[in-house]
């Protein structure tokens, strides 16, 4: 069983990472999303953050903020930033990674997996429960 | 902007009753803690004469901004109130790990009305630089703090390398953490990255 170490990590390597259920905590939007009008157009600046957890414990923490991005013929929520996490990943040998090289890890881990629609929905709609298996 | 800082018996008296007045306008009336405390003060039982106090001050010597360290190696509010926050670890009990509480700095003069209102003056960084500081002349090397989940983005983007311990909980409404704070120098503020596509 994993444990938190005493300097307050959990220490998982990627392959573990994998393994570990994710379910929707919380998501919210940011005081500041609005929509702007200027010539004619209007602009929509919508952001804010998600929290997802593992059910088991010691538990997984980990959160990342988001914004709506509106391309050609697309449009979504896209993670922005490096994400928030009690989880610092190591190697196959249990060697941490950097901090900041971890946070990365963690970061291309969430824009592999479908977060967004819970997220979104989530953040206008309190009382979203979903899981995300891998 | 000054920060003073030290335990009851090396402060005045004024500045502690300051700091009790600030706390109850922050924390009972702005933010509507339901706290027992005497009318017009806020207190608790961590508020001793082992605690040591910040008070920042303005120009015109009124207290515009507050915290509270406390060792873990004794009674502290992480520790006695929300070790549910720790995710099933045990809270910690290190001389090396202090906690930071009822951190507040807040100008009254320009509300943000916002639940993270406490920590929206330009002050809070000079505060928290000035907690750091004092923590570390005590030998800690990491704070612990009860914070709302907000605080962490805003620590980010100011540089501190703060974390949370264990995943947030849903308290009264409001989603509270407990946050690690390394007491490392504080980085230049990164620009936000869009690294997703």
């Not at chain 1, 938190?4 to 994998?18: F, H, I, M, Q, T």
């Not at chain 1, 989880?87 to 941490?96: A, C, H, Q």
């Not at chain 2, 907690?131 to 501190?160: H, N």
Request: glycine share 8%; with cysteine.
């Amino acid at each position: 069983m994993k444990t938190v170490s005493p300097d307050g990590y959990l220490r998982l390597k990627a392959r573990e990472l994998n393994q570990v259920p994710l379910r929707h905590l919380i998501s919210n939007v940011d005081d500041g999303s609005r929509v702007e009008e200027a010539g004619g157009c209007a602009e929509t600046t919508l952001s804010g953050y998600t929290e997802w957890i593992s059910p088991v414990e010691p538990s997984l923490s980990i959160g990342w903020d988001w914004e709506w991005r509106t391309l050609p013929g697309k449009s979504g929520a896209v993670r922005l930033g490096l994400p928030r996490t009690n989880v610092l990943l190591v190697s196959e040998t249990s060697e941490p990674f950097p901090w900041e090289d971890s946070l990365q890890l963690l970061a291309n881990y969430i824009d592999a997996i479908e977060w967004q629609g819970v997220a979104v929905n989530s953040a206008f709609r309190s009382g979203t429960n979903s899981t995300y298996n891998n | 902007m000054e920060v003073l800082s030290g335990r009851p018996h090396e402060l005045a008296p004024q500045i502690l009753e300051s700091v009790e007045r600030y706390r109850y306008k922050v924390f009972v009336e702005m933010l509507g803690w339901e706290l027992d405390t005497p009318p017009g003060l806020e207190r608790d039982q961590f508020d001793h004469a082992g605690t040591l106090y910040l008070a920042a001050r303005d120009a015109q010597q009124e207290v515009v901004g507050t915290a509270r360290l406390l060792p873990t190696t004794s009674p502290y509010l992480l520790g006695d109130v929300f070790p549910q926050l720790m995710g099933g670890a045990p809270p910690p009990r290190d001389p090396l790990v202090w906690e930071l509480s009822r951190f507040a700095a807040v100008d009254f003069s320009t509300p943000t009305g916002n639940a993270l209102g406490q920590f929206s003056s330009p002050v809070a960084v000079g505060l928290l630089e000035k907690a750091i500081e004092v923590a570390a002349a005590q030998g800690a090397q990491r704070l612990i703090t009860v914070s709302p989940l907000g605080i962490e983005r805003l620590l980010r983007r100011e540089g501190f390398r703060a974390r949370r311990a264990a995943p947030p909980q849903i308290i009264d409404g409001h989603p509270i953490f407990a946050c690690w704070i390394d007491l490392i120098a504080r980085c230049p503020p990164e620009p936000r990255a869009h690294i997703a596509q």
